[in-house]
């Protein structure tokens, strides 16, 4: 299961950006989060991501390790994109105002 | 967003240009493309499919030692192919049951002709299965097409590749500000929600659009551009300097004619395991087999690297001593080994072969939205609904038929694999023929139904053909899914949940599009499409 | 605005201004051929004149200082990025002639470049 940490890393790392864009806190939180603490969701999210491609290149050398890692950012950029876009349809209909 | 544009007399910016070049160039090679993304995908899974259309080869528990099973292929090629002057063979492996093995029927140089078998690594004879392409079909048909001489489908890929690399880039350009913000789509209604989806899979998906795109056009660019190697070298030998760089090919030197039995071909890959992994070899092959010049090239495997470089290890075939280890080539080869590596992704482990194969199942709906795309926006316009102009309704039709009825198509070959008779003269051809069959069919049906009709009817046709294709695999075959599950054969329980996982895509996209009705619509619009306010967002879409 | 003919127009506006004063009567045939004309002379350039160009590139990539099988390989990989960026530039040109204008000026050095090792 040498996957699955750089994976949930990659998805940690893509969920704290996207939470540090204004858009997604109102529409996930409902209001917009401190400047400080958005950027520090920022660095979180770099950080995840470069961490889960030090965890890669660490097992399996620079080349198959960059491979392995665009895939598993790949996957997790989308995971997270459809779960937003879900989470904004299933809002959409709660609140019937969009 | 406006871009900030020089003085044009036509008014017109560059991001129209590029919308307009990325919408063209995406449909008029869209249906191709489609085919080849999908197909391709399944490709990743060729291996594993090849496994799956023959039944009769026993699930391998373990892989035999290959330096064993090499040296078994070599006696029984012996006699298959004696007097040839080439022999390969390609080892199994994890994956792969059966010894690929192939010898050159002719010696006279420049004349091409290659015999094949599937050999049982355990006997080393033929394999007796039913006679198939397997998985290979999907992964021939992907660069070159079928009822067309090789070098046509491969130039017909080689456009649609090239079409695709201009829609990527002038998507790119379009759509910029998607990247800047890519988290922030907002799931719209209509025709916004197609084009959400279409941006959402192009843009996580990009690195590998991009990447896959390219690569294609680089495993066969010495067809695409031939022009360089053909001012650089004048003679077949100097041409040799280039072969070198890109295979593993040794050329066969001039047969003496003095007869000498090849040397221990067991010790030879043994001595290639030593170096690279037992794991780790992939290809033996032997020139000149049984003469004194005798030469063995074992390659190295491609697990461990992102590079289809050459990498082999050279050994005098009358004595067994080792000639040389090649291990390197030039930058540029190089280059063009990780590229073509990158596309084949044969480096992969089950994890990452699964990443590949959902990125590019990304990159497929992703050429699939497009195509449906560009029947909505349309329509939207439309003077008179019911009665589309003609262009129109022939893009309406053939999307119908080239992205629904290439699934109805997929699984009717697989279908065809366990249903047509094992005595059947041409079997394995036969099963490429009920694939086309069956997709001209749906193009038919397409065709004769009203879209949505056919569209709703032919989904539901692939829904109910996956869904029983585990079911007819139990019934003709030994395999069935608790049979497999007992002996731990992942190969058979993959591939019967794979066919319901896409069973339920299908059945989802089919309920989906019979259920989509326009909203708010003031005009009566008997199809799917609706027309809302937010149609006008295109031009910056 | 998306249009159903992508470049209908485009041409003959580029080549016309958008002022365009009422046509003289001209034959059908002929204001066709100002419509299309352009585009087709586009799309001309974007598939022919970019593969020439392309294949202009690999054959000059010769002159680089390497060996032949390396040269050789860097011209092809490099081709379908001259292909690609040619067919965008093709498009984005403000008029069909400085599409082609653009080609040619590229084509010139590669031309000079190809020749001396050809």
């Known amino acids: 299961m040498n996957h699955l940490l750089p994976f949930v890393l990659s998805l940690a790392g893509f969920t704290a950006l996207a939470l540090a864009m204004d858009r997604q806190q109102r529409d996930v939180i409902g209001r917009s989060l401190p400047r ?56 959409a209909r709660s609140t019937k105002h969009r | ?21 990325h919408t063209w160039t995406g449909l008029l090679l869209g249906w191709i493309l489609y085919a080849m993304f999908l197909t391709g995908t ?20 373990q892989v035999p030692d290959r330096a064993v099973v090499a040296q078994r292929i070599a006696d029984e090629l012996g006699t298959l192919a004696s007097g040839s002057p080439q ?82 880039v002038s998507g790119v350009i379009t759509h910029k500000k998607i990247f800047a913000d890519f988290f922030t789509f907002r799931w719209g209604k209509g025709q916004r929600s197609w084009l959400d989806a279409h941006n959402a899979l192009s843009v996580f998906g990009l690195p590998f659009h991009a990447m896959i795109t390219y690569t294609g056009l680089v495993t066969l660019m010495a067809l695409y551009m031939p022009w360089g190697e053909q001012a650089a070298f004048k003679t077949q030998a100097e041409r040799q300097q280039l072969t070198a760089e890109l295979s593993a090919f040794i050329q066969p030197g001039r047969a003496t004619g003095e007869k000498v039995p090849l040397a221990s071909v067991e010790d030879m890959v043994w001595q290639a395991q030593e170096r690279w992994g037992r794991d780790n070899v992939g290809r033996v092959t032997i020139t000149h087999p049984g003469d004194a010049a005798a030469r063995v090239a074992v390659a190295r495997g491609e697990a461990g690297r992102v590079s289809m470089s ?38 992969s482990d089950t994890v990452t072969r699964w990443l590949y194969v959902l990125v590019s199942l990304s990159g497929t709906a992703m050429v699939g939205t497009g195509l449906v795309m560009w029947t909505v926006k349309r329509r939207q316009k439309l003077p008179d609904p019911d009665r589309p102009y003609v262009g129109f309704r ?35 051809s036969w099963e ?75 059945a989802v996209l089919a309920m989906r599009t019979a259920r989509h009705r326009p909203e708010l619509q003031s005009v009566r619009r008997p199809d799917r499409q609706p027309a809302s306010g937010v149609a006008l967002r295109e031009g910056e879409a | 605005m998306d249009s159903d003919m992508p470049w209908k127009g485009s041409g003959a506006r580029g080549a016309g201004g958008t002022l365009q004063p009422p046509l003289q009567p001209m034959s059908a045939a002929a204001k066709r051929l100002r419509k299309v004309g352009p585009l087709v002379s586009r799309i001309v350039a974007a598939l022919f004149g970019g593969y020439a160009l392309a294949a202009l590139g690999s054959v000059a990539a010769l002159a680089l200082p390497m060996s032949k099988p390396q040269a050789v390989l860097t011209g092809m990989l490099a081709s379908f990025a001259i292909y690609a960026g040619a067919v965008i530039w093709v498009f984005a040109a403000r008029s069909a002639l400085r599409a082609w204008a653009g080609l040619l000026a590229v084509a010139a050095p590669l031309l000079l470049a190809a020749w001396s090792v050809w």
């Open chain 2, 1 to 21: 967003m406006k871009t900030k544009q020089e003085p044009r007399p036509a008014g017109r910016g560059i991001r129209q240009s590029m919308s307009d070049l």
């Open chain 2, 87 to 168: 022999w390969g063979m390609r080892l199994p492996d994890a994956r792969n049951n059966s010894v690929q093995a192939f010898w050159r029927t002719s010696s006279t140089p420049g004349q091409r002709g290659f015999g094949e078998a599937n050999l049982d690594p355990s006997t080393g004879r033929k394999v007796t299965s039913r006679d198939t392409l397997g998985g290979d079909f999907f992964y021939r048909f992907h660069f070159q097409f079928h009822y067309m001489p090789a070098v046509w489908g491969r130039w017909i890929a080689g456009v649609a590749a090239m079409f695709m690399l201009v829609a990527i």
């Open chain 2, 432 to 506: 490429v023929h009920m694939f086309f069959i069956v997709w001209a069919l749906a193009l038919v049906h397409a065709v004769l139904r009203p879209p949505r009709k056919a569209w709703v009817e032919q989904l539901w046709t692939a829904t109910a053909l996956l869904t029983l294709l585990p079911v007819l695999n139990a019934v003709t075959t030994q395999r069935s899914l608790w049979h497999s599950l007992a002996e731990g054969d992942w190969v058979f329980v993959g591939m019967d949940l794979m066919c319901w996982a896409l069973a339920v895509l299908h």
């Open chain 2, 42 to 61: 399944v490709a990743y899974f060729k291996d594993e499919l090849s496994q799956w259309m023959r039944p009769e080869l026993p699930h391998q528990v």
């Open chain 1, 36 to 91: 400080s603490v958005t950027r520090a969701l920022r660095i979180a999210g770099t950080c995840a991501l470069l961490l889960a491609l030090g965890v890669l290149v660490a097992w399996q050398g620079w080349g198959l390790g960059l491979v392995i890692f665009s895939g598993h950012t790949s996957l997790a950029a989308g995971v997270v994109h459809g779960s937003l876009i879900g989470y904004a349809r299933k809002y």
């Open chain 2, 310 to 347: 050459p990498q082999y290890m050279e050994f005098e075939g009358a004595t067994g001593r080792l000639l040389g280890i090649r291990e390197g080539v030039g930058p540029a080869a190089e280059t063009r080994g990780v590229l073509y590596a990158l596309h084949l992704g044969r480096f």
């Open chain 2, 394 to 428: 022939v893009v309406e039709r053939l999307n119908v038929a080239s992205i629904a009825g290439l699934s109805v198509a997929m699984t009717a070959f697989l279908w065809a694999n366990r249903l047509l008779p094992q005595t059947l003269a041409e079997r394995a």
